[in-house]
């Protein structure tokens, strides 16, 4: 499949960047890794005239921390979010959702800005940032804002960026030391999309859950917060019951469409069960496990 015809500008810098975005509105996209860009425009699902290439731009790679705050280049490779020392240590939820993307090949290339900013459901990094309660810092010729990741999906690719736009970071406030995390992911096959997956961050203060956070990839037209689930565990001891009825109100929520990974109830029971697996994890690894 070829797509059509466009334009090629490598920007230099992110305000070059901004500017061309600007000037070709609506005909301009934005290229990162181009694994998810470029398969939709050899489908003529997109035909940008204008491709303005981000990979020139050494500022937008790259994670540090700024206080109580991971920043990470929204140009940051999956294989760097993978091997970041600051994040096994700070974050590690990231790199382990970031393993399970794909194969070799995409991680090396792919990045997390394109990830999260793609609008696919099936994506891995939404969810996990909506658990992490992280924001996009977004620049346009209008100046710079940020955008919390929970209420960022709209459908599916369909965010609260505008024609213009573009992501320069992502910030991730740092959880605290002795969380636990989890995020659990079921596939048909190594490199292949969920079929369900669930993302938990957990606080506890002994044997009660002091905070959590319950997300879902892959299961609606949006990645989830799992929102009820997260209210009955708040405050409680989690014993198998709590996680059973965390799982079935996770559960409730779900809208998969049928395609080849199967059937709306066989998704929805995978959703629960993720569910289950990352709430015993997160509490394992919080307990020291
Ligand atoms: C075989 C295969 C298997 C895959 N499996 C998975 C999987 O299991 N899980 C998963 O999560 N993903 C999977 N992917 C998708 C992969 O992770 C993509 O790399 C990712 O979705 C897009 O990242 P990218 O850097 O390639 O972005 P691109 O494809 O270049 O861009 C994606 C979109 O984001 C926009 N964009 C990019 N950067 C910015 C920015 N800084 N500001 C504003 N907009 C921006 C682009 O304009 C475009 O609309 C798979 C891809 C392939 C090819």
Redesign the pocket.
């Known amino acids: 499949m070829i797509p059509g015809n466009f334009e090629y500008h490598s920007a230099s810098g992110v305000d070059e960047a901004v500017a061309l975005l600007a000037e070709h509105g609506e005909n301009g996209?934005?290229?990162?890794?181009?694994?998810?860009?470029?398969?939709?425009m050899k489908l003529r699902f997109?035909e940008?005239a204008h491709l303005i290439d981000?990979n020139g731009i050494e500022e937008?790679r790259g994670i540090r921390e700024d206080g109580d705050t991971l920043v990470i280049g929204?140009?940051t490779?999956?294989n760097a979010v993978i091997a970041s020392e600051v994040l096994q240590r700070r974050c590690p939820v990231l790199p382990e959702?970031a393993r399970?993307?794909?194969?070799p090949q995409?991680?090396n290339?792919?990045?997390?800005?394109?990830?999260?900013?793609?609008?696919?459901p099936?994506?891995?990094?939404?969810a996990v940032l909506m658990a992490l309660e992280a924001e996009?810092v977004?620049r346009s010729q209008k100046g710079e804002r940020r955008e919390p990741a929970n209420g960022f999906y709209l459908g599916p690719?369909l965010t609260r960026?505008d024609d213009g736009?573009?992501?320069?970071a992502i910030r991730v406030p740092i959880p605290a030391p002795d969380h636990g995390y989890a995020y659990a992911?079921f596939?048909r096959k190594t490199?292949?999309?969920?079929t369900a997956a669930a993302c938990c961050l957990l606080e506890m203060e002994g044997d009660t859950c002091r905070k959590v956070r319950l997300t879902l990839?892959n299961v609606g037209p949006t990645p989830l917060r799992a929102e009820d689930a997260e209210e009955l565990l708040t405050g409680q001891t989690i014993d198998a019951e709590r996680i059973e009825q965390a799982a079935q109100a996770a559960m409730s929520i779900c809208e998969p469409a049928e395609d080849l990974r199967g059937s709306p109830e066989y998704k929805t029971h995978m959703a629960g069960e993720m569910t289950r697996r990352a709430l015993h994890t997160a509490l394992e690894r919080a307990r020291g496990g």
Do not use: Q
């Open positions: 996209k934005l290229l990162a890794g181009g694994h998810s860009l470029l398969p939709m997109a940008p981000l937008l929204a140009m490779s999956e959702a399970l993307i794909a194969d995409v991680r290339r792919g990045t997390i800005g394109g990830d999260a900013l793609h609008g696919d099936g994506n891995d990094h939404p996009f977004v690719y960026l736009d573009l992501v320069t992911k596939k490199g292949d999309y969920a990839t």
